[in-house]
């Protein structure tokens, strides 16, 4: 989107000069890109509508990001094969994720498992794609299996199709490929069954924890303010028993995310990875994580 807008703006300017329409093509993209962003409900971020593709990035020697400025998935390799978190909106969404892996030297038939952080059509649209194409698993909790069964409207809309799911994750539940296992946790408050995750990430042949948080973004009522409060409480005692200190996120608006992207594409040998908060850090995050949450309970009362 950012790039049609230069554009268009260089259209400006070269029919300023020149004196040259602006073509009916451009004109339509950009009634469409308009009206698309005054659509944007006011108490959402307007990145999340934003469709702009990322560069496909290696961020660990094992993790791979894939997206665009809405929403990414996660490709995590593995000795059996790939672990793919999240599918983004849709089959487009789903042909992305695709070509950014083949972009990365990453063979997408090698993908075993498309695993759902939670029941909302960003998370899931893509999944139903790959796995026919692919063959992979897909799996996430019953719970929200069933949330997103039941919703058709907002952010489980009809742009995103729903998916089959193979298995369903619960709570203190791990799930083992090759080398490596992912901890699942239910961390419910953002949909009924979100979950979070725990796993090894490898860097010049050092072993971090990432922990990444299922559901960005505080629901809207109190009582699911006060679930996602707790689940917060939860997911720290997993994190802290495994010494996570990488934080990984589905929406890289949040927490600076296209900066660090952009930093691990230019990043030298000895620097620390910039998902890499340190033990401090990642402590400073779960206690921002908590504030923001406190207040906004507070301010619901």
Same mark, same amino acid.
């Given at each position: 989107?950012?790039?049609?807008?230069?554009?268009?703006?260089?259209?400006?300017?070269?029919?300023? #000069? +020149?004196?040259?329409?602006?073509?009916?093509?451009? *004109?339509?993209?950009?009634?469409?890109?308009?009206?698309?962003?005054?659509?944007?409900?006011?108490?959402?971020?307007?990145?999340?509508?934003?469709?702009?593709?990322?560069?496909?990035?290696?961020?660990?020697?094992?993790?791979?990001?894939?997206?665009?400025?809405?929403?990414?998935?996660?490709?995590?390799?593995?000795?059996?094969?790939?672990?793919?978190?999240?599918?983004?909106?849709?089959?487009?969404?789903?042909?992305?994720?695709?070509?950014?892996? *083949?972009?990365?030297?990453?063979?997408?038939? /090698?993908?075993?498992?498309?695993?759902?952080?939670?029941?909302?059509?960003?998370?899931?649209?893509?999944?139903?794609?790959?796995?026919?194409?692919?063959?992979?698993?897909?799996? +996430?909790?019953?719970?929200?299996?069933? #949330?997103?069964?039941?919703?058709?409207?907002?952010?489980?809309?009809?742009?995103?199709?729903?998916?089959?799911?193979?298995? #369903?994750?619960?709570?203190?539940? /791990?799930?083992?490929?090759?080398?490596?296992?992912?901890?699942?946790?239910?961390?419910?408050?953002?949909?009924?069954?979100?979950?979070?995750?725990?796993?090894?990430?490898?860097?010049?042949?050092?072993?971090?924890?990432?922990? *990444?948080?299922?559901?960005?973004?505080?629901?809207?009522?109190? @009582?699911?303010?006060?679930?996602?409060?707790?689940?917060?409480?939860?997911?720290?005692?997993?994190?802290?028993?495994?010494?996570?200190?990488?934080?990984?996120?589905?929406?890289? #608006?949040?927490?600076?995310?296209?900066?660090?992207?952009?930093?691990?594409?230019? *990043?030298?040998?000895? /620097?620390?990875?910039?998902?890499?908060?340190?033990?401090?850090?990642?402590?400073?995050?779960?206690?921002?994580?908590?504030?923001?949450?406190?207040? @906004?309970? @507070?301010?619901?009362?």
């Amino acid at each position: 989107m950012f790039r049609l807008l230069k554009l268009f703006c260089l259209g400006l300017c070269f029919s300023f #000069f +020149m004196i040259s329409p602006v073509p009916a093509s451009a *004109q339509s993209t950009i009634a469409e890109n308009t009206a698309k962003q005054e659509s944007i409900p006011k108490n959402m971020p307007k990145e999340l509508f934003d469709d702009t593709p990322l560069i496909p990035t290696k961020v660990f020697d094992n993790l791979f990001c894939i997206g665009s400025h809405s929403v990414v998935a996660w490709a995590l390799q593995t000795t059996d094969g790939i672990i793919l978190i999240d599918s983004m909106w849709d089959d487009h969404d789903a042909q992305t994720i695709i070509d950014g892996m *083949q972009e990365l030297g990453l063979d997408p038939t /090698q993908i075993k498992y498309i695993l759902v952080t939670h029941g909302h059509g960003d998370h899931y649209g893509g999944a139903q794609f790959l796995k026919d194409k692919y063959h992979a698993k897909i799996l +996430m909790s019953a719970t929200d299996f069933k #949330f997103m069964n039941s919703l058709s409207t907002g952010p489980n809309g009809p742009r995103s199709p729903k998916c089959s799911v193979d298995e #369903f994750l619960s709570d203190g539940e /791990q799930l083992t490929l090759g080398n490596t296992t992912i901890d699942i946790i239910a961390t419910p408050g953002h949909t009924p069954g979100c979950i979070s995750l725990l796993y090894p990430v490898m860097q010049n042949g050092k072993t971090l924890m990432a922990a *990444q948080w299922g559901g960005t973004g505080l629901p809207g009522t109190l @009582a699911e303010k006060i679930t996602y409060r707790k689940s917060i409480d939860h997911f720290a005692q997993y994190a802290q028993k495994t010494n996570a200190t990488v934080e990984i996120t589905a929406h890289l #608006f949040s927490e600076n995310g296209y900066q660090k992207l952009e930093a691990c594409r230019k *990043q030298t040998a000895g /620097q620390i990875n910039p998902f890499d908060l340190g033990k401090d850090g990642f402590a400073n995050y779960l206690d921002s994580l908590r504030k923001s949450t406190d207040e @906004a309970i @507070a301010s619901s009362k």
